[in-house]
């Protein structure tokens, strides 16, 4: 197949989960033999902080003005098989205005914020890259968030078809490696800045920073404010480039996941570094949300702790042999069942779906 993707970003992970995820699916699906043109909005903030300008499995076509890409955009869909608009993309409403013109035979929108945008939908009618009047119209909404939010989009928003198209991880990315010096620490943490998700990063690694002062803890990511004072254990890193990340995973001996609000609310939500951490075998030290035990096993696979004590506990009381082993049960979870490579497979029997629907009334009809 040819896919077009409208997308936030792939050039570039500063500041965004995004581009991880689009990696990780592009490259798989471009292992299977299919065709991808990227199309990205040219911002500041990305282009001086690109990482992967040129990615090896897809096209991708940067732009800066959306009229002056519009003749482009439109030949790319005219031999498309499929076209995705992701959430948060610039010039989403005007994407899925072309999109959903078009003659495109599957049309699908993949949201990697669906909470978010089915809270700014039942608010507004719209949120700032997609319209309500869209999702009847589309074949597939793909969602980052599995559980009863999928039935909420059918029934509510009378989307055809939900389905889950979870984040996933390329185990030869993320895999586990000898530790580094540089990331040596007890518990590290890996997240740009989010308001919501600070109070959890203070009860579960500042204040245990604070009680174990003779242990090391790390911190990266950025946008944090200067107002936060972080314990003088805490190491700060601005910005870690994905290709360190499994080398940050691998250097820790517990890693720490926290949930946006949005997706805690919703459950079913897990985050890319969730699963990359996961796949390098580092134990997970995270908070809980409803469906999270369908990703992981509690006490085996992950830790969920109630509270910055039971985190201590963690620290204190177990040993490497005990972390290594609740981070290599997760590893094989992840191989198991949440590879770039079974994501790419979801997908393509979703667009066979689609195409399935549409042959039937044509066979009905030579009867």
């Not at 040219?42 to 001086?48: A, D, G, L, M, S």
């Not at 007890?186 to 242990?215: H, N, V, W």
Request: aromatic share 10%; with cysteine; proline share 7%.
């Amino acid at each position: 197949m040819k896919i077009t993707i409208f997308g936030l970003s792939i050039t570039s992970s500063w500041g965004n989960g995004h581009a991880t995820t689009f990696r990780a699916l592009c490259s798989a699906l471009r292992n299977r033999g299919h065709e991808i043109v990227f199309f990205e909005r040219n911002v500041e903030w990305y282009e001086n902080n690109r990482d992967l300008p040129e990615p090896s499995y897809c096209t991708v076509k940067l732009y800066r003005d959306w009229q002056q890409v519009l003749p482009t955009m439109r030949e790319q869909l005219r031999n498309s098989d499929v076209a995705v608009v992701g959430s948060y993309f610039p010039d989403g409403v005007l994407a899925l205005d072309e999109v959903l013109g078009s003659n495109v035979p599957v049309k699908a929108f993949y949201d990697i914020d669906t909470p978010i945008t089915l809270s700014s939908l039942q608010q507004h009618g719209r949120a700032d890259y997609l319209q309500k009047r869209h999702l009847p119209e589309l074949d597939i909404y793909f969602s980052f968030t599995g559980g009863p939010m999928l039935a909420q989009l059918q029934t509510e928003f009378h989307v055809s078809l939900a389905l889950p198209l979870y984040c996933s991880v390329d185990p030869e990315r993320h895999q586990p490696l000898p530790p580094s010096a540089d990331f040596a620490c007890d518990l590290s943490y890996m997240g740009t800045y989010a308001p919501d998700r600070q109070p959890k990063i203070d009860q579960f690694l500042c204040d245990p920073a604070r009680s174990l002062p003779e242990r090391n803890f790390l911190v990266a990511g950025p946008q944090y404010p200067g107002t936060i004072h972080w314990p003088a254990n805490v190491s700060r890193i601005m910005h870690l480039e994905p290709k360190y990340h499994a080398a940050l995973y691998c250097s820790s001996r517990m890693t720490l996941n926290v949930t946006r609000r949005d997706m805690v609310m919703a459950g079913y939500s897990p985050s890319v570094r969730l699963f990359e951490a996961a796949a390098c075998g580092a134990t997970i030290v995270s908070d809980n949300w409803p469906g999270l035990e369908t990703f992981f096993t509690p006490g085996a696979e992950i830790l969920l702790p109630a509270s910055g004590d039971d985190v201590v506990r963690y620290i204190s009381g177990f040993d490497d042999a005990e972390l290594k082993a609740i981070g290599a049960a997760a590893r094989e979870r992840i191989l198991a069942a949440h590879t770039n490579e079974l994501r790419a497979r979801e997908f393509e029997r979703a667009v066979e779906i689609v195409n399935g629907r549409q042959a039937e009334p044509a066979i009905l009809t030579c009867k």
